[in-house]
C-alpha cells in the first residue's frame, strides 16, 4: 500500500505550486483594492502603484456620494433580498409538491422541469415574452425570468424526500392543510439548507447584469452591475451615458481609474461580508439531495 501514496517531496512543490497559483489570482484584487485608496495626485504622477505612500478616501467619498451609483446599489439589494426570498419560496415550495408521490401528473411535471435542464429557449423568445407580458422596465422582469433553477429544484426535492412521512401523517392527524405542513414541518426542517440556496439566489440576483441590458432603459431601474460596467467603458469608448460621465468628472478633479477601482470594491464588499455566516451552509447545501438515506 505504501506506493499508493505520493512521495512527500511531491505534495511539498504540489502545495508551494497551488500557493502561488493562489497568490496570482488574487493580485489583480489586491492591486484594485490599492488603487481604489490612493491619493488623486500620487495616482497621477506614479506610473505604477504598488503600496500607496498617501493614502485617501475621496474616491469612496465621491463615490457614496453619488445618487446614481448608490441608486443603482439600492436596486440590486432590493433584487437580492426580494428576488431569493420569493426565488426560495418558489422552488421549495415546488419541491415540496414534487417530492410527494400523490401528485397527480407528479412525472410530467418533473419531465418538463428536467427538460429546461437540457433546452434553454435563448435570448429572443425570453425578450419577446417578457415584452408581451408588459414587463419592460419593471424590476419584475429582472426577477420573473430567472425565478428559479431546476437544478436547485431537484436538490430540495431529493431534500424533502428524505424526511420522515411519519411527520406529515402527524400534522394530518391534527388537522393540517398541505400548506400548514409545508411552512409549519416541512420549511423549517430545511432551513438551515434553504440558508446555501439563498446565498446562491441572492448572489444570482446581485450579479444581475444581463436581464439590466437587455429589460431596463430607465436610469432609476438599472442594477448596479449595468452602471459598474458603463462605468468601466466608459473612458475607452466615445459613447457614454451622461449619467456615467458625469460620474467620472468630478468636482475634485479625481482620477476616473480611482473612481472605477472604488465603484468594484463597493459592488464586491456586501457579497464578502454575507459568505462567512453561510459559509458552514455550502457543503451541506451543494451535497442536498445528492444522496438519499
Known sequence: MKGLHAPRWFSVINYILL?????????????????SFTDAHEYATSRLVIIPREWSLDSYRYILSTRMFMRSIGVSGLLALAGSAISILVSSGLAYALSRNRLSGRRIALAAILF????????????????????????????????TSAWYIILMKGFLQTVPDEL?????????????????????IALPSMAAFALFYAVQYWNTYFAGVLYISS????????????MLINSSTNVADPGIAA??????????????????????VPILLVYPFLQKYFVSGMMVGSVKG
Request: charged share 10%; glycine share 4%.
Open 247 to 268: 460620474v467620472l468628472q468630478s468636482e475634485q478633479q479625481l482620477p476616473p481609474e480611482t473612481i472605477k477601482m472604488a465603484a468594484v470594491v463597493v459592488s464586491t
Open 168 to 188: 406529515e401523517e402527524a400534522g394530518r392527524i391534527d388537522g393540517c392543510s398541505d400548506f400548514r405542513i409545508f411552512f409549519r414541518i416541512y420549511l423549517p
Open 116 to 147: 429546461t435542464m437540457m433546452f434553454h429557449p435563448g435570448m429572443i423568445p425570453n425578450f419577446l415574452l417578457v415584452k408581451q407580458l408588459g414587463l419592460m422596465n419593471t424590476l419584475w422582469a429582472l426577477i420573473l425570468p430567472q425565478l
Open 219 to 230: 436610469e432609476s431601474l438599472r442594477p448596479m452591475q449595468v452602471v459598474l460596467q458603463m
Open 19 to 35: 500557493t502561488l497559483f493562489a497568490l496570482v489570482t488574487l493580485l489583480p484584487f489586491l492591486y484594485l483594492f490599492l488603487v
